[in-house]
């Protein structure tokens, strides 16, 4: 006999789901296993395969019918209680079925109505998803909740968190001493060059201490992780890969382990590899041991490295922040000099290691899916009630016949949930699409500092949300048809039929209350997305103090190794200038050490000759390293003195350029040229030469920081970025550029080559694609506010279409009938437009606080926002009060 | 004393073919000679639902067996018929035999 065959699992997967009895489960199964290993005997397994989905579905319709094999227990004689029991259920079944044939009774408005519905639920489905995978859980790693990130905080000028600050002796001093947070691991950004190899490539990674991965609690896949004593100088010669990169670059070859990379132009062995999906943090693909000696971790005076730590057991997230509040208290009195302004953040790891802005963002786009979702059930409401009016008469015998109250109220309610189940369903599958596209619209160059972005999918958490949310939006569209239902009288209804022509008042106004909240609603949302799609647009588009087009530029950084010495960096980055500027569509040339918008420029203290330095506002100045060209390339006014020269050269004297801003704020009315200053407490004199117009060096703060311009020649960075302007269009530039670095050196690659207008434009990728998503459900709320009021409109003017046919018989004319229609229309937009004001004044507020400034309130905006929901709500309260208006009286007359 | 159960026309062929199977009875054998000797295709579900019907009037009784390998290691059923069972069996043929009495001349024909 030849083995056994198996039979296609999920049928019979989905078979046993539908057999309650265990033993009978069994053997049903098994009596097909049997009789499907002979068929697979006789006849091959093709047909036996076929044969066995054949009647395992048969059987599995069979079973799940219930009609066999009911229950486990034998069976009992059927008493009182379970009679009553069964009369019951069959009851709700009965509710159902009404349900249902109520909602086909006027398909038209239950598909409206579903639709909406799944409209504002695939938004929240959206928002919820993002809200999850990038605030909420992005991490979703072992006992991730227990790791927190702790940062020093030296000034308040940065309204976001600096995470990579902290001074390595303060570390030292940590780790000896805190016990609320213990196995502190230190990280330093490392991007080093991966030489050597055909394709050289600038690799993201991090130096780290040598328990990083312990502390992080992952185990590697392949190897290893670091010894302690691999975290000293000339011993941190070793790497563990990411999964991705060695996928990428070894094609998961396990023989890896041992092999010898040329990173940052040095040697490094490997000596582990990480399971996939550790990417932690930013993306990482090497990770590298910290190998400072012992001067390096005295270090106090400047604040680098990212830090990362777990609670000890029974600690929360405020003990350890007393602990280290109270030990950043005692270090600043025993380091006054370096330490007195500082001040120690500890953040939970999740929140720690993602955008500051991504908080109010999330906030931000939940109030906005709750607006919406709120104006749904508005409308929803709206027009069940209208449907209720309709009803009246139905339910007037329903309650003669005996019906209770409460009966004819839990009848609305199943209606309302039977809705909200389609509707839950149809928001689940729009809801995969719009998750899909939201994903796709990030930009690959960001998705590395998206933590979570793996998580932007339909998973199990979003689709239970997605019915939560249909669940609370059914009790609240459903209560006022209900209560109004359950209030209906009996004897009124019936006697007046369908002839009662209007509603009562108490009711019209319910709805007109409706209505105007959504409109109210609708209003704040877009002027909420306007104001954000105008900050969007100055943050790209604004003054910039630069001419950003036309320009190509590429980064890199040069590696510490072959370039230690200052002269070899000095003829790299010659020799690359001289071959861009012979390109023949080049006009300037340059190469600076960040570029502007980009927010990479290093950071000094400046020292005033003959100005005391004050300790408690350290003068912070941006500190750049150029070539004379710069200012011509990106057309920065030269507003005094001289520009820098080719003269300026290693053995020339000390000489800087200084921004407009630095002039006024440290030199007011005096003239700057001739001035010296220090950058470092004990460093040489600069000499200021020249004046030059004020650059955006950060779109975030929108701050012209004061900043410094040194001569490249005489202090060569290792990290560069060459710019060029050319007179066509700068991407065709791109290949030359390449061309000419690869000349230079063959083993250098560059970190990014884009247009300046592409580097402002990623730079301003997350913004724009918060204010996009909201954008759409501004979009959403308005079409739902449209809808809202024309169908309210539509169902007023035809209830009192006979109203209006008596007045049209009796001589009135169709502008006094349609001002009827309009005047309701315009006074409930007129009501929804006020109180929209009061709430979009509120929330424009609590945007600017929670935006860092980045958006103002803006009195355009909110009129024009006005003057469109105004338009938008009459146009649909206008063409049902023209329909009213044009009808024939005596057609109108004798509508029941 | 427990009333005589009534079968139906086809759980009467299931506690005959069950009664021909005699030892190990289970519903592949038993599937197969209902299908031998009546000609007639019968559909699994259905013959599962007779027997479990027949079980809980008391006419067979079920027993699980041991799991084997060819089975995906599943158990059969076992099933054979209750005294209970023959009674009901026996009345059956009773009540047909009494009603088809007087028309042998019909029923007898080829």
């Known amino acids: ?896 | 004393m427990k009333p005589t159960p009534y079968v139906g026309e086809f759980e009467y062929a299931v506690l005959l073919a069950v009664m021909h199977v005699e030892t190990d009875a289970y519903a592949v054998p038993v599937r197969a000679v209902l299908e031998e000797r009546t000609g007639r295709p019968v559909a699994r579900g259905a013959l599962y639902t007779a027997l479990e019907r027949l079980e809980a009037k008391g006419c067979v009784r079920s027993r699980m067996g041991d799991p084997t390998p060819e089975r995906g290691g599943k158990a059969r059923r076992y099933f054979n018929v209750t005294p209970l069972g023959v009674k009901a069996l026996k009345a059956m043929h009773a009540s047909l035999a009494s009603l088809s009495k007087g028309l042998e001349a019909v029923l007898e024909q080829p």
């Open chain 1, 1 to 896: 006999m030849t083995s056994p065959t198996t039979p296609p699992l999920s049928a019979e997967r989905l078979l046993r789901l539908s057999i309650r009895d265990l033993e009978w489960r069994d053997a049903v199964t098994g009596d097909l296993r049997e009789e499907f290993a002979e068929l697979t005997r006789r006849r091959g397994v093709a047909v036996a395969r076929q044969w066995y989905w054949r009647q395992s579905l048969a059987l599995t319709a069979r079973f799940a019918a219930g009609r066999v094999i009911p229950a486990v227990t034998p069976r009992r004689r059927t008493g009182v209680a379970e009679l009553e029991a069964m009369s019951l259920g069959s009851g709700w079944v009965r509710e159902f079925r009404h349900a249902w044939r109520a909602l086909w009774q006027r398909p038209g408005l239950s598909a409206v109505i579903i639709g909406t519905l799944a409209l504002a639920l695939a938004a929240n489905a959206v928002i919820f998803n993002l809200a999850d995978a990038l605030y909420l859980r992005p991490f979703r790693f072992a006992e991730v909740d227990r790791l927190v990130v702790i940062a020093s905080d030296t000034s308040s000028d940065k309204p976001y968190f600096d995470r990579e600050s902290v001074a390595p002796a303060d570390f030292q001093d940590w780790t000896r001493v805190a016990t609320s947070v213990r196995e502190l691991v230190a990280l330093e950004w490392w991007d080093p060059t991966y030489s050597g190899v055909e394709r050289p490539e600038q690799v993201h990674g991090f130096r780290v201490s040598p328990a990083y991965f312990a502390t992080m609690r992952v185990q590697p896949l392949l190897g290893r992780t670091f010894t302690a004593a691999e975290g000293r100088p000339e011993a941190n010669r070793t790497v563990v890969l990411s999964h991705a990169f060695w996928q990428r670059r070894f094609g998961g070859d396990p023989t890896v382990l041992g092999k010898t990379l040329r990173l940052g132009g040095a040697p490094h062995v490997v000596v582990g590899v990480m399971p996939p999906r550790f990417a932690v943090p930013y993306g990482a693909e090497v990770w590298a041991p910290l190998g400072y000696d012992e001067a390096g971790w005295a270090e106090r005076r400047r604040g680098f490295l990212m830090t990362f730590g777990r609670l000890a057991e029974s600690q929360t997230l405020e003990s350890a922040r007393a602990e280290m509040a109270a030990l950043a208290a005692r270090q600043s009195t025993e380091f006054p000099e370096t330490n007195r302004l500082r001040k120690v953040t500890l953040v939970s790891f999740s929140r720690g290691l993602g955008d500051d802005a991504v908080g109010p963002f999330v906030a931000i786009w939940q109030a906005a899916a709750a607006l919406l979702l709120m104006i749904a059930c508005a409308n929803i409401a709206n027009l069940l009630l209208a449907r209720g009016t309709e009803r009246q008469p139905e339910f007037a015998i329903r309650l003669a016949l005996g019906a209770g109250r409460t009966r004819l109220a839990l009848q609305l309610l199943i209606e309302g949930l039977c809705l909200a189940a389609l509707g839950v369903i149809a928001g689940t599958g729009l809801a995969a699409v719009a998750i899909r596209f939201s994903r796709d619209f990030l930009p690959p160059t960001v998705v590395r500092f998206v933590p979570g972005y793996e998580f932007i999918r339909l998973d199990l958490a979003t689709t239970a949300a997605v019915a939560a949310f249909g669940a609370a939006a059914t009790v609240i569209f459903s209560l006022v048809p209900a209560l109004q239902a359950s209030r209906a009288a009996a004897s009124g209804a019936l006697l007046g039929g369908t002839r009662a022509s209007t509603a009562p008042p108490g009711r019209q106004w319910m709805r007109s209350l409706l209505a105007g909240a959504q409109v109210a609603l609708t209003l704040a949302l877009v002027v909420a997305s306007a104001l954000i799609l105008g900050a969007v647009n100055r943050a790209a588009n604004g003054a910039t103090g630069f001419d950003k087009r036309n320009l190509i530029t590429a980064r890199l950084t040069l590696p510490e190794g072959p370039y230690a010495d200052a002269q070899r960096r000095r003829t790299f980055s010659a020799r690359v200038l001289e071959t861009i500027r012979a390109l023949p569509s080049v006009t300037d040339a340059a190469v600076i050490s960040a570029l502007p918008y980009t927010n990479l420029a290093a950071s000094r203290t400046l020292f005033l000759d003959g100005q005391p330095a004050d300790d408690a506002t350290p003068r912070t100045v941006d500190l750049q390293r150029t070539t004379p060209e710069y200012f011509s390339a990106l057309r920065i006014p030269l507003v005094a003195g001289r520009n820098l020269s080719d003269g300026d050269g290693p053995e020339a004297p000390r000489v800087a350029l200084v921004s407009q801003k630095l002039a006024e704020e440290y030199w007011p009315a005096q003239d700057p040229i001739g001035r010296r200053f220090r950058l470092e407490k004990d460093g040489d004199w600069v000499t200021v030469v020249g004046v030059v117009g004020d650059v955006l060096q950060d779109w975030f703060t929108g701050k012209r920081l004061p900043t410094v311009y040194r001569p490249l020649g005489q202090d060569p960075t290792f990290s560069m970025t060459f710019v060029a302007r050319t007179s066509g269009d700068p991407l065709l530039l791109a290949d030359a550029v390449r061309r000419a670095v690869t000349a230079a050196d063959p083993d250098q690659p560059i970190e990014n080559l884009a247009t300046m207008d592409d580097v402002i434009r990623a730079k301003v990728t997350g913004i724009d694609y918060f204010a996009r998503v909201l954008t759409v459900m501004s979009g959403l709320a308005l079409v739902l506010a449209l809808t809202g009021m024309y169908s309210l409109m539509s169902y007023l003017s035809a209830r009192r279409t006979k109203e209006i046919g008596l007045r049209l018989a009796l001589g009135a004319t169709r502008q006094q009938v349609m001002w009827l229609t309009a005047n309701r229309a315009g006074r409930i937009t007129a009501g929804g437009v006020l109180a929209g004001v009061a709430l979009a004044t509120m929330l424009s507020r609590v945007m600017q606080s929670a935006l860092f400034g980045l958006v103002s309130p803006s009195a355009a905006v909110l009129v024009g926002a006005v003057a469109l929901l105004t338009a938008v709500t009459m146009a649909a309260g206008y063409v049902p009060a023209r329909r009213a208006a044009r009808q024939d009286p005596w057609v109108a007359l004798r509508t029941e």
